[in-house]
């Protein structure tokens, strides 16, 4: 079956750590994204890629990292330097930028909190 | 600046009624929009979407109507089961590669 796969779907880290959010598609899309969830705010981008080896900054990036060494593959760090980390996040992809009027897949999920 | 508005918060409709989401945009350069569904604790599904060149888009029980000239979409559930009960996020796709979603309307439906 072809999807998006978070791992883990919980995490807890403490203070001043950094982590890393697995996400992975098998669906042979070209772009990768992404978003946080806060209650009462959307989904709003931290990271999005179109191509391997290249990505942009989204609206919050401030405190992350990504890499897309592999188009499977688009693991996001969350780092010590992002202030409010506990949050639900949320891998997508979308098959083609230059195919227009497409929609993004969503992967389950991770839920991260920070003690 | 939020680009993509979904004014309600929540919404409450019983169970065979007509359900009604409404989504506002800002920015004219919009011209395709998705609407997505959200059950707690997984990701968004995709449900319907609708490019700006048409002003309906219908798929089965729902139907998303899009009034360009007032920068407003809408999504109709029609009609309205208890599974429907979710957060609905209106989204906008912004030079082919950036998803801008609202802030969700949550509907429940009432049996």
């Known amino acids: 079956d072809g999807g998006i796969t978070q791992s883990p779907k919980y995490l807890f880290r403490k203070e001043g750590q950094n982590v890393t959010l697995s996400c992975e598609q098998n669906?042979?899309?070209?772009?990768m994204y992404w978003y946080r969830q806060d209650p009462g705010q959307g989904l709003r981008l931290i990271y999005y890629?179109?191509?391997?080896?290249?990505?942009q900054k989204g609206d919050i990036a401030e405190g992350y990292s990504v890499s897309r060494e592999k188009k499977e593959s688009f693991p996001l760090t969350v780092t010590s330097a992002q202030k409010n980390p506990t949050a639900f996040y949320l891998c997508?992809?979308?098959?083609?930028?230059?195919?227009?009027?497409?929609?993004?897949?969503f992967g389950q999920g991770t839920r991260l909190t920070v003690v | 600046d939020q680009q993509v508005k979904q004014n309600s918060p929540s919404l409450s409709v019983q169970e065979g009624r007509i359900s009604i989401l409404n989504c506002d945009y800002t920015?004219?350069?919009?011209?395709?929009f998705l609407w997505y569904k959200k059950y707690p604790a997984e990701g968004p599904t995709f449900l319907i979407s609708?490019?700006?060149?048409?002003d309906k888009n219908e798929d089965g029980r729902f139907t998303v109507f899009l009034n360009k000239s007032a920068k407003h979409l809408s999504l109709h559930i029609v009609p309205s089961q208890p599974g429907d009960s979710a957060v609905y996020f209106c989204?906008?796709?912004?030079?082919?590669?950036?998803?801008?979603f609202g802030t969700g309307t949550r509907l429940k439906v009432l049996a």
């Open positions: 890629s179109q191509i391997v080896n290249d990505f």
């Open positions: 669906l042979n899309h070209d772009a």
């Open positions: 997508a992809s979308s098959i083609r930028n230059e195919v227009p009027n497409t929609e993004a897949f």
């Open positions: 609708i490019s700006s060149i048409k």
């Open positions: 920015n004219s350069m919009f011209d395709y």
């Open positions: 989204a906008s796709l912004l030079e082919t590669y950036k998803y801008i």
